[in-house]
């Protein structure tokens, strides 16, 4: 039984009630509890107050695979961990290591055993010495596992208690307002020691999804996630959570019970011992995204999804008014919350989050320009059965070879500009190895794997690799070079504190702007960006510098005069314009 005289106590009750009104709730939370905190481990006494202190203007977040290097030799969680000490150390303090995890599709996030780390890319140890040099982020995937693991395989032989782990349904049952991401039919009849069973598989036939309305499934991922952290995870990234809960007749996404699961997890997180950080991977519109931090008890963190599609367009088209039309409505991240910045990821670039900011012909320019660049597209099923593009299939840097007017010589400059502008927001920057290496699109790996997401999740061998790192002359170090001096001057600045002031500035189309201050406000930066291949002339009125303070541009050292005429940008030119650092 829990004690109800403390506030932990009465919360967990309330939410488990509110998840499952038809069980006993007392009974329940002791399950709870004995999941996440087993015989040896202990809670806090009191929750962890919500603040801005999780995080610092020091934090950057590398994504990657555990196995983007190899050599043939060594496992790649330790070429992983060399490339980290070797080339990103200062640069990033943090690694999200995506599904690590015996699998059999999807790049591993169909998952056969969620208590074991891939042997091909190392074991448990691999992982707890990457965590401990960087803040180690980790995938639940919780939607979802593999047809071929473990869990199915007892589910269709009608073991308990997998015998109840998996959602079915019926042909029959009206699911036309189910919201999907794939194409692919929402049910797949399969064979069970109880005869023929449906069930749902919002993701692929490979991806059977899981039934949250019994709690054993609840109780078995907090005990997933009580190993993770005992291995020294911090972050954890709630994957596609937002189809967690699923009810016959509803869309099936976003509904009071999933964002009740995620404010329990949060809960734990909070009177957890070790920092535990939430992010949530919801890849849909602004609103919908948005409600995953609740009111400071679900996410601490959110993925900032329509910057990918948004920036992207921004650099294509020469002009940031959409983009800015758009930071110009988004509020300041809640306190003891904070917003994910990227532009890339393993996926495509997803195009739902430009629903409602990007007009259709604006959308469509850019999928015939990433088309012409040989980029594929990826499409979603619409409940009238029609199709739309759910995501744009090639890596950021790609992508930023062509504008809407055709290839010129400023490819790399404006993909410069495009990573520059996720380190200048209000939040925490997130850059996807392939985009800190400038890799190019593998068309081979699409052809060889038959997916179009392969042609962003290129495998480098190492040494071929270390070889063009070495040269100064080469893409891959002229890039990672590049972005990791910004990162570099980026960590050393209080105004860029993911939960600082921000405020959009109203300047020339062709610039995206904004302006950051220190949480104590003693520092200041004006972050202006040219997505154009036009010199911009920006009055120094329009950015109301300080007239009796030193002014300088934090990328070039030059200074910046508070009664000069006017600040010039060079095409895809950056300039944090700052009065201290």
């Known amino acids: 039984m829990t004690d109800k005289n403390n506030s932990f106590g009465i919360k967990l009750t309330e939410l488990l009630h509110e998840i499952y009104p038809d069980l006993d709730s007392d009974i329940l939370a002791s399950k709870v509890i004995d999941a996440f905190w087993p015989e040896g481990t202990h809670r ?25 290097l190899v050599d043939g030799a060594h496992k790649p969680l330790d070429l992983l961990h060399d490339f ?14 995506l599904p690590f995890f015996p699998y059999t599709s999807d790049d591993g996030f169909a998952v056969t055993d969620y208590r074991a780390v891939n042997p091909q890319l190392g074991d448990w140890p691999d992982i707890s010495r990457i965590a401990s040099d960087f803040h180690l982020m980790s995938d639940l995937v919780l939607n979802h596992v593999s047809s071929q693991g473990t869990w199915f395989n007892a589910y269709r032989q009608g073991q308990p208690p997998y015998d109840r782990f998996f959602f079915e349904a019926s042909p029959d049952d009206d699911l036309s307002q189910v919201v999907r991401p794939r194409t692919t039919p929402l049910l797949q009849e399969v064979e069970t020691a109880h005869g023929p069973r449906h069930v749902w598989c919002t993701f692929s036939h490979d991806q059977i999804d899981l039934d949250f309305r019994n709690p054993e499934v609840l109780l078995e991922f907090l005990r997933i996630i009580r190993l993770h952290v005992d291995n020294g995870v911090r972050i954890i990234r709630l994957d596609a959570v937002a189809f967690l809960w699923k009810e016959v007749g509803t869309p099936s996404i976003h509904l009071p019970q999933t964002h009740a699961i995620v404010r329990l997890m949060r809960l734990l997180a909070d009177f957890a011992t ?36 948004l920036i992207l367009h921004a650099m294509m088209s020469g002009t940031a008014q959409y983009l800015n039309t758009w930071q110009s409505g988004m509020p300041p991240a809640q306190l003891g919350c904070a917003y994910l910045n990227f532009t890339a990821s393993h996926d495509g670039i997803g195009m739902r989050p430009a629903e409602g900011v990007l007009p259709q012909e604006e959308k469509d320019k850019v999928i015939d320009t990433v088309r012409a660049l040989g980029g594929l597209v990826s499409m979603r099923a619409l409940p009238d059965g029609g199709e739309a593009p759910y995501e744009l299939n090639t890596t ?55 997916m179009n997401r392969a042609i962003n999740r290129h495998r480098w061998d190492y040494p071929t690799l270390i070889e063009k790192l070495d040269d100064p002359s080469s893409t891959q170090s002229r890039v990672l070079s590049a972005l990791s001096t910004r990162l570099k001057t980026r960590r050393q600045q209080p105004a860029f504190h993911p939960n600082a002031t921000q405020f959009t500035l109203t300047l020339d189309d062709r610039v995206f702007g904004v302006w950051r201050q220190s949480l104590d406000r003693d520092q200041s930066i004006f972050a202006l960006h040219n997505v154009s291949d036009e010199v911009v002339l920006i009055p120094i009125t329009a950015i109301n510098l300080i007239e009796d303070e030193d002014w300088h541009d934090l990328l070039t050292g030059e200074p910046i005069h508070a009664t000069g005429p006017h600040i010039p940008l060079e095409p895809y030119q950056c300039r944090w314009i700052a009065n201290r650092g």
């Open 44 to 68: 806090r006494k009191r929750a962890r107050a919500p603040g801005n202190n999780l995080w610092s203007e020091k934090d950057a977040v590398l994504i990657t695979y555990g196995n983007s």
């Open 84 to 97: 980290l000490l070797a080339r990103l150390k200062g640069v990033v303090n943090g690694v999200h290591i």
């Open 274 to 309: 070790e920092t535990v950080v939430l992010l949530t991977e919801t890849n849909v519109p602004k609103a919908e995204n948005l409600s995953y931090f609740g009111n400071r008890n679900e996410a601490h963190a959110v993925y900032n999804f329509p910057l990918p599609p």
């Open 396 to 450: 950021y840097f790609e992508a930023m070879k062509r504008t809407f007017r055709g290839e010129d010589a400023h490819h790399i400059a404006r993909f410069l500009c495009s990573q520059t502008i996720i380190m200048s927001l209000e939040g925490i920057p997130a850059l996807y190895i392939h985009s800190l290496l400038g890799t190019p699109n593998d068309h081979e790996a699409v052809e060889h794997r038959g």
